[in-house]
């Protein structure tokens, strides 16, 4: 039987904006439903959802790839986590890029029904996700975004993708916790912080 969940989430990050760099913080409203019966498939599913947020979304750089600062940015914040977005990273475009990657991540196991977000830059405005956006990337270069892949990546620099960590790597693999408990959706803290996670950057520094 179909079941379906809500859950709201907050994280969050600093966005570059041409010569402009300013914090921001985003409300996320997920809505899915699940698409297995098997209870623990749906509990991987979330959690990946959650690591994907807490963990790489969360305290990072967002940055138009094609911004002329983003090869700067990487030289001079080594070590702060910088996500490049295939478009500005407004809060709509954002919306796209997690309905993208968070259907890629639950493999099926969950439908990603809608993505609700909002954030301080223009609090009385929310965008309403319903289905998938359209970016542009180099085909000649890869076969799928990273926004598109089911992996934990954020980049798609081939050199930088043999260091990543795998869904395995944090038990989070769909052959794992067969017989775990069946997760209490009732989540409301971003406390969940896993330090053993490996995120790359991914980013025109390096491709060098």
Not at 54 to 69: G, L, T, Y
Not at 92 to 102: A, T, Y
């Amino acid at each position: 039987m179909n079941v379906k969940l809500t859950h709201d989430i907050n994280f969050s990050s600093i966005v570059v904006d041409g010569a402009r760099i300013f914090p921001n913080s985003y409300y996320v409203k997920i809505n899915m439903i699940t698409a297995t019966d098997n209870s623990a498939h749906q509990n991987i599913a979330i959690q990946r959802i959650l690591i994907f947020i807490n963990e790489i979304m969360a305290d990072s750089i967002f940055c138009f790839r094609d911004d002329p600062i983003a090869p700067k940015i990487f030289r001079l914040m080594k070590e702060n986590r910088v996500i490049l977005f295939p478009e500005e990273p407004y809060d709509q475009v954002i919306g796209f890029i997690l309905f993208h990657k968070l259907s890629a991540i639950t493999e099926g196991n969950i439908d990603i029904d809608s993505i609700l977000i909002s954030s301080n830059i223009a609090p009385d405005l929310t965008y309403t996700v319903e289905d998938f956006g359209s970016f542009s990337y180099d085909k000649t270069k890869i076969e799928i975004p990273w926004w598109d892949r089911s992996d934990i990546s954020i980049t798609d620099n081939p050199k930088q993708l043999k260091f990543l960590s795998s869904w395995a790597d944090i038990n989070l693999d769909w052959d794992q916790n067969e017989n775990k408990e069946v997760l209490d959706i009732e989540l409301k803290t971003n406390d969940n912080k896993n330090t053993d996670i490996i995120v790359v950057d991914g980013g025109a520094s390096l491709e060098e």
